[in-house]
């Protein structure tokens, strides 16, 4: 959501009660040993440059280009639906096919090139993954765009502890400042701590094993299935840029073209109902996992097909029948906080979930120690034991990261309370006393589960220093606080991540941190260009436009329900609040302990959530794209493995970059000069 379901469109069933995990039709230990078989056959004939070989100046380039244009999408993503699906993968492909074009192009102009190899990809994926992932991950969507005074404004200016300076209006400077000094944190906090959770505990990060295996299967792949992956990617990327092109020309006015086309009929379409041509999506949708794009339509129907028609005709009854739509006291209001109650629900549940597997992993493996410190020489194979020979010799020294944390633990203390001065420089201290053992616990929990729980630890913040902070202060110093346990805790558990796919392509940890590093500072500077190219040229946070920004009002109002409690939620709205929230948690449980053939099938809330401010129409595209796979999948199972993740990776950076040119167009006042809208007769 920013969207928050980065982690959850991954969502993995967890080993329960006994139950083995199962994914992809595998169980985790077939799909585990699958995996490392792959990647060992490959990584195994590779010779192992030096870590300064390993980073290049066309590795850094190539990062920058696919790091912005993946920030631009992330961006819009963020700022539309606050949906973003995991990328990585797509990096990795993108890498692949933007360097071998790269190399072919000199080799075909006479040229010597540079071989190309796996740990140059690692380290060009790495680098694009970090610069994005602040767009994903930096509140633009959610808690920083939630300072703003048009959020202020739509949470409602009587509402109470909406206090009329509880808001900043955003800009570049003090967002890049604030970036720098959150993000950079999390880069060291876990360093020291690389080593056992890679080596001694064996964690898997599915995300970072699947990249390496992609990566390593890139390397090894051919001739013949690299030159047609990339023209696959070419042939859908043209197609999706020059449809976004073609869309704008009908986009004249407010509520005209292709993405306001009656697919089902003008009163479906009144109810957000219909197709709205968006490749991007559909190119998400092919990406998400079924079960995620399943929930966002049960959502949708729950909520724009029976809940918020229904609850329109209590006006007069529950709320004031003069309150403009927008009012947090009007029908906007119950849209908001069941939302949250959804949200709150399934993190909560998931949250203490994975704490309690960390703390039962951890306090299993502490009272086996021994007996696997003995016997651990004879399972290793022979692969495992290379590449965990050079993840060690390749160590990073430990005053790395402890200077660096604490060199950035005071630049934070110092700077972040001039950027928001309702953030006293003892509650930044406090932040990050605690940022260590709560990065630690997310990312022995993504290890185990593949689920980062940033989002739901930045949340903890917020109620923290809101409550702290007391009624007048409350609602910037959550907000503000959200995001400074949010960016150490995200970003932490993203360099694990990396370290991961780095210890299967023998790619060196110095070079993996220092990628890391380069992306981050890309991204600290990239991602607020970015937001401001959407800021300047659209009305960002107009509920009825395409850039709803929803997730801003809602973790305002999260701030606000902080400082004051439930005396803000309008009439009824803590009953059903109530009602949802016992439903996430409900949903979950009987997910976790049914039968994984029941259990696959129930619906995720958080992803449920999203269509309850956003609208159905997003959810529509997103079940096509699940569609498209699973009809290539029944017709060539084996084309459709090789060509979903290229196909879905090019409508998706196609249309996405069309948003650059249709930017500029909107900033220059050149406006689209037709406008094709439908009318009832």
């Known amino acids: 959501m920013n969207m928050e379901l980065e982690a959850d469109t991954e969502r993995r069933e967890i ?23 792959n990647s060992s056959s490959s990584s195994s004939k590779r010779s192992m440059p030096p870590w300064t070989k390993q980073i290049t100046l066309r590795g850094v380039v190539a990062s920058f280009v696919i790091g912005s244009v993946y920030s631009v ?42 071989p190309f190899t796996p740990q140059e990809n690692t380290m060009i994926q790495t680098c694009s993954v970090a610069c994005y992932g602040i767009a994903v991950g930096g509140g633009f969507g959610s808690y920083l765009l939630g300072l703003n005074k048009k959020t202020y404004e739509q949470t409602g200016v009587d509402t109470i502890g909406n206090y009329p300076d509880s808001y900043r209006e955003p800009g570049i400077g003090w967002m890049v400042a604030f970036l720098f000094v959150a993000c950079f944190v999390g880069l060291f906090v876990l360093i020291p701590l690389r080593k056992i959770l890679i080596i001694d505990y064996k964690l898997t990060f599915p995300s970072g094993m699947a990249t390496a295996v992609l990566i390593n299967g890139f390397h090894n792949s051919g001739e013949k299935t690299a030159r047609k992956q990339v023209r696959g990617f070419m042939k859908f ?65 729950l909520s724009w097909g029976v809940m918020w028609p229904l609850m329109g005709n209590l006006k007069g009854q529950w709320f004031p029948p003069n309150l403009p739509e927008t009012s947090m006291k009007s029908l906007n209001g119950y849209k908001v906080f069941l939302s949250i109650s959804l949200l709150l629900g399934d993190g909560l549940y998931n949250f203490i979930k994975i704490l309690c597997i960390t703390f039962l992993s951890i306090h299993s493996r502490l009272k086996q120690k021994k ?9 290793e194979s022979l692969d495992n034991l290379k590449k965990n020979e050079f993840f ?142 959407y800021y300047k040229a659209f009305d960002v946070g ?48 009987v997910k976790d302990f049914s039968p994984p053939k029941v259990g696959k099938w129930l619906p995720l809330p958080m992803a449920m959530a999203v269509p309850f401010l956003v609208g159905a129409y997003f959810a529509i595209d997103l079940c096509v794209g699940s569609l498209v796979v699973f009809v290539w999948h029944k017709i060539n199972s084996k084309k459709a493995e090789l060509m979903v993740p290229v196909v879905a990776s090019g409508l998706i950076c196609g249309e996405g970059l069309w948003t650059l040119p249709a930017s500029v167009l909107s900033l220059a006042k050149i406006n689209p000069p037709m406008c094709m809208k439908f009318l009832a007769s």
């Not at 999260?558 to 109530?578: D, E, K, N, Y």
């Open 15 to 37: 080993e329960i009660d006994g139950k083995e995990e199962v994914q992809d039709g595998y169980p985790a230990s077939e799909r585990n040993r699958r995996i490392s078989s």
């Open 237 to 301: 990327f043209s197609f999706s840029f020059l449809w976004g092109f073609f869309k704008w020309f009908y986009t004249g006015k407010e509520g005209c073209g292709f993405a306001q086309f009656p697919t089902f009929g003008l009163q479906a379409w009144k109810n957000t109902f219909y197709f709205d041509f968006s490749m991007t999506y559909v190119g998400t949708g092919m990406i998400c996992p079924y079960i995620v794009n399943l929930s966002t339509l049960l959502g949708a129907l």
């Open 542 to 589: 107009n509920p009825n436009g395409e850039y709803k920004a929803p997730y801003a009002v809602i973790y305002r109002n999260m701030a606000i329900l902080g400082v004051q409690g439930f005396s803000v939620l309008p009439r009824h709205c803590l009953q059903l609040c109530c009602g949802f929230f016992a439903f996430a948690v409900g949903v979950n449980v």
């Open 73 to 114: 999408i992330a961006m819009k993503l963020n700022l539309t639906t606050g949906m973003t699906p995991n990328l990585n993968v797509s990096a990795a492909l993108l890498a692949f096919i933007l360097m071998r074009t790269w190399n072919k192009l000199l080799h075909m102009a006479g040229f010597l090139a540079v």
């Open 392 to 533: 060690i010799r390749e160590s990073i020294p430990m005053w790395v990261g402890a200077s660096g944390y604490l060199l950035f633990t005071a630049i934070s203390v110092i700077s972040v309370p001039f950027i928001f001065p309702e953030v006293k420089w003892y509650y930044v201290i406090l932040a990050y006393i605690f940022a260590p053992s709560l990065a630690f616990c997310n990312a022995y929990g993504a290890g185990l589960t593949d689920i980062n729980m940033a989002y739901n630890y930045g949340k903890v913040g917020l109620f923290v220093l809101a409550a702290l902070a007391g009624r007048e202060h409350g609602v910037v110093a959550g907000l503000a606080g959200c995001g400074l346990v949010k960016s150490v805790v995200n970003v932490s558990c993203i360099l694990m991540q990396d370290m991961k796919t780095g210890h299967m392509t023998l790619t060196s940890p110095r070079a993996m941190l220092v990628s890391q590093a380069i992306g981050t500072a890309i991204g600290c500077v990239i991602s607020p260009l970015s937001f401001f190219l």
């Open 371 to 379: 007996l696997i410190l003995a016997v651990s020489g004879q399972d």
